[in-house]
């Protein structure tokens, strides 16, 4: 599928659901594909990247219907920028937009920024002529948002080309997506946090609150974190670190491996990998998880002592458990690799 092909299917699928701002949504991908070609990518490589254009449809138009029920106090549109947004010791916000072209920071007449009462809106326009998009590309500009240390309101991110990185805040939420580039974020404490590229990585470190994590292409990395986390890639491994999961919660990867450490499982788990590796260890179990695995191998630690029902569905199994008379009240543990190894170890 080329550009066209795939611009067309797109159209048509937000057509068929009635997504809003189509014609922003059809223009945001046409500037990827731009972008990405300057960068050397086909765009064999970019339709490969971006995934299906019905799911893409499908996730636009919920995200629509989402963002139409909710005003973030601070909300960003950007095209060809990176984004960086930091606590300060100030009132209010503040911008400044650097040039990769020169070390100082200034005002840009190609950003709209509006602040209202406690909000604040920055918006990259749409560039108008070949030269100007041209600039735009490769003299890339990085947007650095202040907020006071006070904020605890709603971030709301939507960026077509350019990484972001966000640290040492708190958010009553934040939802970032991204069409190509990687999200960072370090020492966040929020209710949640919704965060989605189709093209880049996801890393959290020292973050506390629900994180909902969607990578296309690319790896995801939670570090140190405190809360639920569900996290897919399509194509990338993925690596989460957290105290405790307290929701129903999946952490899957179709071409990756999955690893785990976890204090506390207190409510049911699934891990699952089409092609890849699953390693888990778990110090404190009391609700059902699940470990399953097209091809490769299943690694799971559980503390000494731990009761549970057992269920290792693969020929060549390993269990240095013993598997309690099933009561009905007994978490469920269940390892499965169709064409590899499963073990089950004490720590």
């Known amino acids: 599928m080329n550009k066209r092909e795939f611009l067309e299917k797109l159209r048509a699928e937000l057509t068929a659901r ?71 010791n100030g009132s209010g916000f503040d911008v400044h937009i650097k040039r990769r072209s020169t070390a100082s920071a200034h005002d840009d007449d190609d950003f ?42 709603g971030i709301r991110i939507r960026l077509s080309s350019g990484n972001l990185e966000v640290r040492d805040i708190s958010a009553n939420s934040l939802a970032a997506e991204m069409f ?16 989605r590229t189709r093209s880049g990585r996801i890393k ?18 939670v570090a140190a974190h405190k809360g639920n986390v569900n996290a897919k890639s399509k194509s990338g491994s993925i690596n989460v670190e957290t105290d405790a999961i307290a929701k129903p919660s999946e952490i899957s990867a179709n071409s990756g491996s999955v690893k785990l450490r976890l204090n506390r499982l207190e409510e ?14 778990i110090n404190e179990l009391s609700a059902d998880l699940s470990a399953k695995t097209a091809s490769g191998n299943v690694t799971g630690y559980l503390k000494d002592g731990t009761k ?29 690799s169709k064409s590899g190894l499963s073990r089950l170890k004490k720590l």
């Open 18 to 88: 009635r997504a809003l701002n189509i014609t922003e949504i059809m223009t945001d991908f046409e500037a990827h594909f731009d972008d990405a070609v300057c960068d050397g990518q086909t765009e064999a490589d970019i339709v490969l990247s971006l995934g299906d254009p019905a799911e893409i449809a499908e996730q636009c138009a919920q995200d629509a219907q989402s963002a139409a029920g909710e005003k973030a106090d601070v909300f960003v549109n950007l095209r060809s920028s990176n984004l960086v947004i930091e606590p300060w």
């Open 112 to 153: 709209i920024i509006e602040r209202d009462g406690n909000g604040l809106r920055v918006e990259q326009r749409r560039t108008g002529s070949v030269v100007a998009w041209l600039l735009s590309v490769f003299d890339v500009r990085t947007v650095h948002i202040s907020v006071p240390k006070s904020f605890s309101g």
């Open 180 to 195: 190509s580039g990687s999200i960072r974020i370090n020492t966040l404490v929020a209710s949640s946090m919704d965060l």
């Open 204 to 221: 959290l470190s020292d973050c506390a609150g629900d994180a909902n994590l969607h990578v296309n292409s690319g790896s995801i990395v």
């Open 268 to 281: 049911r788990l699934a891990l699952s990998c089409v092609s890849g590796n699953i390693n888990f260890h």
């Open 308 to 336: 549970a029902d057992f269920r290792i569905g693969s020929s060549l199994a390993k269990n240095e458990f013993m598997n309690d008379a099933p009561s009905g009240k007994l978490p469920v543990v269940i390892l499965s």
